[in-house]
């Protein structure tokens, strides 16, 4: 008998370098840590009130695969004014996280030996996910031009061939802050239409985007119900959310009954007093996600400035997300970087690596802290640059 270990797909999973960065300087109390992408704030009170109070209620069983009709009329309203054409309850369903969402669309939509495109660096769950699945995996590399991030559509496109099966973009993309040009998205969708590929659309960083006026970031404003579109979404990033783990898809109508399905069969439905806490921040949360953009657009120019004036660094423009990517002169490798950061200054932050080879030599800083401790950051990092 063969010795009792996991799948080789699951067996061949690349370890989380952001992991292994933390583990090196977790005990050390001296570290200021920028390495995880969450807020260093909590969850707005009126969304944790709401939370408690259902729980102080006995909301504490289980509800529709779905998630909760309530939950999915406040989505659905919410949606609507947001993307400006109608999102119905009957493309809705919830998940137990923005990642959840992920793992359900592929389970939805990919089968083993499937090519799947996706455009990298890229936060490490959306190329790893696809590969549990056994899909086989090809990515487009994100380029720069003129102090910005890129995408190259030739080369996308050149990818999306007629034996392609999806395509996930994350855009707001983690970790480089580059949003796809809406004229990109039509092209995207169009190519997607004619090759009957599936798009798979990472928007959990939608609502962060910089651009005045806040111009949409979503397939979901040009796509029709019927379009192979599934686009997952987080209470995570937008309503200061993380720990809660609860997010949800838009799907064509057609699909919603096989994913409600599917939910029994991974979760089985989301925990009820925390989708009344969903319903509190989509139906009163907009001042708190309109405050949270404000904040991050300004240490995005914070830490931007800083680094620029930093000799030796190279700092595209995010133009939406939480971080900036990224890398300085003759520092190849990321990982090595990224410890010895810690080592000398206490500094933590990720190294480009973990989002792929596309991301080696680059680090990625979470600016989403208050604006001393970025500060505080910032002035390590010149110690270790001018030391
Ligand atoms: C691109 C991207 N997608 C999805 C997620 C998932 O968020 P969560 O599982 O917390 O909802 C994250 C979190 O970092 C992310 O960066």
Redesign the pocket.
Known sequence: MSAPIARPEVLSLRASQIREVANAGMEREDVLAFWV?ESDQPTPSFIREAAASALLEGKTYYTHNLGRTDLRTALSAYLTRLHGRPIGTGRLAIAN???NA?MLAAQAVVSPGDKVVVVAPV?P??VEIPRILSARMQTVALDRAQGHWRLDLEKLMAALTPDTKALFL?SPN?PTGWVLPSQDRAAILERCRKYGIWLIA?D?YERLVFARPVAPASFLEMADDDDRLISTN?F?KAWRM?GWRL?WMVLPPALTEAMGVLVEYNTSCAPDFIQSGAVAALTHGEEAVEALRTELRAARDQVLGALRQMPGVEAPEPEGGMYAFFRIEGHANAMALAKDLIDKVGLGLAPGSAFGEEGEGWLRWCFAARPEKNATGLARLANYLNG
């Open positions: 992408g996280s923005g990642v992920l936060w769950n959306v994350n983690n990472d959990v987080s995570s993380t997010g």
